[in-house]
T-cell receptor, first 109, second 118 residues
Framework: RKEVEQDPGPFNVPEGATVAFNCTYS??????FFWYRQDCRKEPKLLMS???SGNEDGRFTAQLNRASQYISLLIRDSKLSDSATYLC??????????FGTGTRLKVLA | SQTIHQWPATLVQPVGSPLSLECTVE??????LYWYRQAAGRGLQLLFY??????ISSEVPQNLSASRPQDRQFILSSKKLLLSDSGFYLC?????????????????FGEGSWLTVV
């Protein structure tokens, strides 16, 4: 089993739609969780950290479920500019960050 | 504010040639530094990390090496490139702040270097 798993997609959604991604992780000792956005041929950029109580940043909401070992990302009112690959990242409190392979999102006009 | 730069951005190298990618971080001191590789359609693979000058840990056996000659400088090298070394190489840094549960442990990436070995 992979340490961090994501559905690769692509998720094709119309503008204005709400879309959700899930990511599961295998190490129950994981402590920090993040969502990164990666545009084609570019470096990953931090979208948001994921806190235990869940957190929201504008149209983006991240949730953590420790019991089931998954994190989620919800995007409301999708924009064309949201088209990208979304990477789930898990850190177990050491130097090591484990990246998922990413979920590709295409927002269609 | 902190910034990270790596270069060159793109390079095409013949098999058997040497490689040197360089990365520098500004605006912080004593960061953790990382080299990742992302092959086409695949996730990020950690190659090396460093917690201080001259301290390098390797995650996977390969024909690559890394060095940290200065606190904020990280170099990825190879003496002889293989076709399988092609990919997107990313340098990253992380602040060595207090605690693991705060956003201070976010990892930040340089712009990346596209390597094609031919």
């Amino acid at each position: 089993r992979k340490e961090v798993e994501q559905d690769p997609g692509p998720f094709n959604v119309p503008e204005g739609a709400t879309v959700a991604f899930n990511c599961t992780y295998s190490n129950s000792a994981s402590q920090s969780f993040f969502w990164y956005r990666q545009d084609c041929r570019k470096e990953p950029k931090l979208l948001m950290s994921v806190y235990s109580s869940g957190n929201e940043d504008g149209r983006f909401t991240a949730q953590l479920n420790r019991a089931s070992q998954y994190i989620s990302l919800l995007i409301r009112d999708s924009k064309l500019s949201d088209s990208a690959t979304y990477l789930c990242v898990v850190n177990s409190g050491t130097y090591k960050y484990i990246f998922g392979t990413g979920t590709r999102l295409k927002v269609l006009a | 504010s902190q910034t990270i730069h790596q270069w060159p951005a793109t390079l095409v190298q013949p098999v058997g040639s040497p490689l040197s990618l360089e990365c520098t971080v500004e605006g912080t001191s004593n960061p953790n530094l990382y080299w990742y590789r992302q092959a086409a359609g695949r996730g990020l693979q950690l190659l090396f990390y460093s917690v201080g000058i001259g301290q390098i840990s390797s995650e996977v056996p390969q024909n690559l090496s890394a060095s940290r000659p200065q606190d904020r400088q990280f170099i990825l090298s190879s003496k002889k490139l293989l076709l399988s070394d092609s990919g997107f190489y990313l340098c990253a840094w992380r602040d060595r702040g207090q605690g693991w549960l705060y956003s201070g442990n976010t990892i930040y990436f340089g712009e990346g270097s596209w390597l094609t070995v031919v």
